[in-house]
């Protein structure tokens, strides 16, 4: 049997296959596609199953455990995704069934989990929280994934829409902001953060980046408080750039005698694809048993 821990984004699959058992994980070579999610419904299952195939090209007893964005009904598979504009092709259809059909695999193999989720339990069981027990994640990228880990339960925590300042708080810590803010301060068009790091005037860098921090604190220090967090791990592809911006962080929240450890993912994409596969491993073990 093998297993393979699947990442579906806006714009993107990632894959590979893992192997988990006793606290000892292993991973093996990612597989990227970027995508055009808002092509057919026929063409992204296509797209889906062929990076499925590349990873396991022999192997007809595959596990499936795939970590999607939402609004989506996670356990019978059915994407609820309808004006986010992605997989506009997809909505109120059972994706699980027209995978399982494509690989020609049961569809109980096939287990569908919060991308939020998934990358707070990899970070849990196997990078920079293990050992803690209230916990936190934060994805920042194109848009801001959360979710909460008490114990070991782990929910989506669905923050991007929280009200904040003038509008919501992806308005203010997602790519987007980043694209407003280089127009509005010096005039410069950007597509996002990656071409703001080419900048070679480290000044402007640092400039937008210290807005981050304090925006990043403001926004987090109320949860972290309320959920008494004894750990937060931030990812997504702005975390990269973290030199910039976690210093201010961590400063803003000493003010308040916050006492939350502040991490940066050390396995970026892997943590995903690990949390992807552990609760589909749960259920195939209590299936079997």
Same mark, same amino acid.
């Given at each position: 049997m093998k297993t393979i821990g699947l990442d579906i984004g806006g714009s993107h699959i990632s894959g590979a296959e893992l192997i988990i058992s006793d606290r000892d994980f292993q991973v093996g070579p990612i597989t990227e596609k970027v995508m055009d999610t808002s092509r057919t419904k026929e063409d992204l299952i296509l797209d889906w199953a062929s990076l499925v195939r590349s990873i396991n090209s022999s192997d007809s007893d595959i596990r499936l455990g795939i970590a999607m964005p939402g609004p989506f009904d996670y356990e019978n598979g059915i994407s609820l995704i309808k004006e986010q504009g992605k997989m506009k092709s997809l909505y109120g259809l059972s994706i699980k069934l027209m995978l399982a059909e494509e690989l020609e695999i049961p569809i109980r193999n096939i287990h569908f989990v919060n991308d939020a989720e998934a990358f707070l339990l990899g970070e849990k069981y196997a990078g920079e929280l293990k050992g803690f027990d209230k916990i936190m994640g934060i994805t920042l990228g194109t848009g801001l994934g959360s979710a909460i880990g008490i114990e070991n339960v782990v929910k989506d925590a669905k923050l991007w829409?929280?009200?904040?300042?003038?509008?919501?708080?992806?308005?203010?810590?997602?790519?987007?902001?980043?694209?407003?803010?280089?127009?509005?301060?010096?005039?410069?068009?950007?597509?996002?953060?990656?071409?703001?790091?080419?900048?070679?005037? /480290?000044?402007? !860098?640092?400039?937008?980046?210290?807005?981050?921090?304090?925006? #990043?604190?403001?926004?987090? &220090? *109320?949860? %972290?408080?309320?959920?008494?967090?004894?750990?937060?791990?931030?990812?997504?592809?702005?975390?990269?750039?973290?030199?910039?911006?976690?210093?201010?962080?961590?400063?803003?929240?000493?003010?308040?005698?916050? /006492?939350?450890? !502040?991490?940066?993912?050390?396995?970026?994409?892997?943590?995903? #694809?690990?949390?992807?596969? &552990? *609760?589909? %491993?749960?259920?195939?073990?209590?299936?079997?048993?």
């Open positions: 829409s929280s009200p904040f300042k003038d509008g919501i708080a992806e308005d203010y810590l997602g790519n987007a902001w980043f694209v407003k803010e280089a127009q509005r301060r010096f005039g410069t068009q950007v597509s996002g953060v990656r071409d703001i790091l080419s900048w070679t005037d /480290q000044s402007r !860098i640092q400039n937008i980046f210290t807005d981050l921090a304090n925006t #990043l604190s403001e926004f987090l &220090l *109320p949860y %972290l408080i309320r959920i008494q967090a004894e750990g937060l791990v931030l990812g997504g592809k702005i975390s990269l750039a973290h030199e910039y911006f976690l210093p201010r962080l961590l400063e803003n929240l000493k003010k308040f005698d916050c /006492q939350t450890e !502040i991490k940066i993912s050390k396995l970026g994409e892997k943590a995903a #694809l690990i949390g992807a596969i &552990l *609760p589909c %491993l749960s259920q195939f073990n209590n299936e079997e048993n």
